[in-house]
């Protein structure tokens, strides 16, 4: 039997499609050669130990932090990290106490960690894979392949190559899936608001 499309009628209370509607998008090779696809090609969490080696006080950790997480701007809502964020962690002991305002590489490990994280889970969500890690790696096994996965995520997202890279981790476990789907879910937000901000959207 002939099918036949369905046609729906435009109605004139409908609104008018504009130049704007129409105009053609970013092509890809235009947009992965820009300066805002650039800055996050070259973005770079660091491992463990290139992480300060001196302990440093709360609005030098935020600098720190911010400088780190600078080619990813496009991707944060406002400030990746506030000195009433760093507390309300503490508070909520995600991230250890400092020791006369003092923080550590640990510290700085889990709020690094946090901002990213936080730009596509919940906090308590968060909070929940922390207790997972605590009770399987060490912070600077768990902080390294946090930091590999998420480097390879996101560099694969702003290449021309398809799929993603091969897991970093020695034996495939149910920890290092969630890890690789924390990198997947954050580079993905990377790439579409840096391709957004390219085309011209000001959020």
Known sequence: MEQHVTIIPMLDSSERITQQDVSPTVLPDAFLTSDVACAAKHFHMPRYDELPN??????????YIEQVLGPLSGCSDGLWLTPSMVNNYV?????????KKLYGREQ???LLTICIFKQFLPIDAIARL???QKVTYPIDVAFDYV????????????????????????LVTRESLLVRSAAAAFASKVFLMSYLTFAGYEG
């Open 54 to 63: 001196v302990e440093l006080y709360r609005d030098q950790v935020i600098e």
């Open 91 to 99: 508070k909520q002991r995600l991230v250890p106490a400092p020791v």
């Open 108 to 110: 700085i490990a889990r």
């Open 130 to 132: 922390f207790r997972i």
């Open 147 to 170: 930091s590999a996965e998420i480097n390879n995520a996101v560099d694969s997202a702003f290449s021309r190559q398809d799929g993603m890279r091969r897991d970093t981790a020695s």
